[in-house]
């Protein structure tokens, strides 16, 4: 549902447009709101900040895709059962250490998806 509950049409997108969509805004949010205060840091298994800087990438992550979902913008691979395990992902993702880099944790998500 739209904002304020009202019945609209939804907008479906892939899964992993979605996540990449979430990902680069959740990014340019933190890099306006922040500055240059957290680098992003490139490794070998992903990219990744910081501790603090990951704690508030991923606050920015997660105030995107409720906006996205606001605006009835949503995956389309994933059905009822899928979408609780994907939000449960992007809540270990969210609690998760900073060991956890993004491009790992989309490669997790996809590797899920296969198993179901």
Do not use: W
């Not at 904002?3 to 479906?12: L, P, R, V």
């Not at 910081?50 to 691979?77: C, K, T």
Request: proline content about 2%; glycine content about 6%.
């Amino acid at each position: 549902m739209g904002q304020g509950g009202s019945m609209t049409k939804k907008y479906y997108v892939s899964e992993s447009a979605f996540i990449n969509v979430s990902c680069d805004l959740a990014k340019r949010m933190m890099e306006e709101r922040l500055g240059d205060k957290y680098p992003l840091m490139f490794e070998d298994n992903g990219n990744c900040y910081n501790e603090e800087g990951q704690e508030h990438f991923n606050q920015f992550y997660e105030q995107v895709q409720n906006i996205l979902e606001d605006a009835d913008i949503v995956p389309n691979d994933i059905k009822l059962d899928k979408e609780k395990k994907f939000k449960d992902s992007v809540k270990r993702y969210v609690e998760g250490d900073d060991s956890i880099c993004l491009k790992e944790e989309l490669k997790n998500l996809e590797e899920k998806d296969d198993e179901v």
